[in-house]
């Protein structure tokens, strides 16, 4: 049956595929940069007194007051910043991109790095610019100036650190790029809490820089949140294009509750940074592997031969992240999240087994 889509759907859009999400049922799942650990036991029954008392009758607060409160209070958000909230980082990418979409505007960001970057700039008709990584992953600062200056992109997304390569880029280079950029630069922080540095204590320095984090890799993935702090004048922009009632309230009563523990998760976040760091150490040892340096939840490593390691996993019922195919730079390369002490160990085990 012909639907005419293919006459009415925009080409880009056409020569797109789906976002794809492999099922993980039955499986050690280090696919995803989610905490492995579960909502601490003793604050659950707080927890569900909180969503008990949500009205499911009646439409969200529309601004999420009291739960952009607890995440200034929790993460100690600047006075000078004003807080937008998505549904997860997607959803304040997405906001931004439509917001600066004018015609004949550019998206720029880095590869390999986080892929909705290229994918919502498609999205939203913006023009994207993707500036390749040195062979080490580092910003390649000749070659950004170049494409500023050719492009004049009316938006720049930085991930730090970056996904999934896990390294942080250096600091000077990121404020150089600020400095040189016509229009925003985004900061995105997905990986804040297990990183050795931040943005936030100088983001409010610049007028045309934003930060953006969301609560996913806490251990709060199912909660899809995601907010955006800047100068009020640009969260009075995007503002404009959020949807009404973007946020529900079982998650804003949820989130609110959750950030009022935020020690809770900090602690489980540094628990997954011990276990990264024994992870690295074990993972070095194994010969014929490259084992890069991360500054987030998951590490990234090159082996021989990626496809066959990738499918020899699976059949042990394992799922890591298969980023061979996805940039020239990644050739041979899987990225595995840090579960649990048991989970980290089964994929030791299985690995050692197919290299």
Known sequence: MNTRATGLIRPEILALSAYAVPSSAGFIKLDAMENPYAFPADLKPGLMEHLAAASLNRYPDASAGELREAIRQAMNIPDALEIVLGNGSDEIIQMIAVACAKPGAALLSFEPSFVMFRLIATFCGLDYVGVPLTKDFAIDIVATRAAIEQHQPA?????????????????????????????????????????????????????????????????????????????????????????????????????????????????????????????????????DITVFPSEA????????ESEK???????????????????????????????????????VSALRDTI
């Open 155 to 287: 938006v720049t997304f930085i991930a730090y650190p970056n996904n999934p390569t896990g390294n942080l880029f250096d600091r000077d280079a990121i404020r150089e790029i600020i400095m040189l950029s016509p229009g925003l630069v985004v900061i995105d922080e997905a990986y804040f809490a297990f990183s050795s540095d931040s943005f936030l204590d100088e983001i409010a320095n610049f007028p045309n820089a934003v930060l953006m984090r969301t609560v996913s890799k806490l251990g709060l993935a199912g909660l899809r949140l995601g907010f955006l702090a800047g100068h009020p004048e640009w969260i009075r922009e995007f503002d404009k294009v959020r949807l009404p009632y973007n946020i529900n309230n079982l998650t804003q009563a949820a989130a609110a509750f959750a950030l009022r523990h935020y020690d809770a998760l900090l602690a489980q976040a540094a628990i997954l940074c011990i276990e990264r760091s024994q992870l690295l150490k074990v993972l070095r040892t194994i010969p």
């Open 309 to 347: 390691t990738f499918k020899a996993l699976l059949s042990r019922k394992i799922l890591v992240k298969h980023t061979s195919a996805s940039h020239d730079l990644l050739g041979n390369t899987l990225r595995v999240t840090i579960g649990t002490p048991a989970e980290n160990a089964a994929f």
């Open 297 to 304: 939840n998951f590490i990234l490593l090159r082996v021989p």
